[in-house]
């Protein structure tokens, strides 16, 4: 659930209390889970260079690794193509 994960981070973060999930496991799945959707909206393969956290020889990939912000501050969608 959504909300008790949320509760439980935000609790850590004010009293110290323990994570349900600790943070190296839900880095690994977070970033597979972005990589799956960087590949399948290019439609390819990816190698991922989790040393460098990047993909390997591939700039259109890497640039969707980060938002990019509007002037104004706000965050927009990466545009493709």
């Known amino acids: 659930e959504v909300a008790t994960h ?3 981070w935000i ?3 004010k009293h ?5 999930a600790p943070l190296d496991v ?8 972005h990589l799956g959707n960087i ?3 290019l439609k390819r393969s990816l ?3 989790a040393d460098k956290l990047q993909v390997a020889d591939d700039e259109e990939a890497n640039a969707l690794l980060d938002r990019k ?3 104004e501050g706000h965050w ?3 545009k493709i193509g």
């Open 16 to 20: 110290g209390s323990k994570l349900n």
């Open 26 to 33: 839900a880095t690994t799945t977070t970033t597979a889970i």
């Open 76 to 78: 927009s969608v990466p």
């Open 39 to 41: 590949s399948t909206r």
């Open 47 to 49: 190698v991922f260079e």
């Open 6 to 8: 949320m509760g439980n």
């Open 11 to 13: 609790d850590a973060a």
């Open 69 to 71: 912000y509007r002037a």
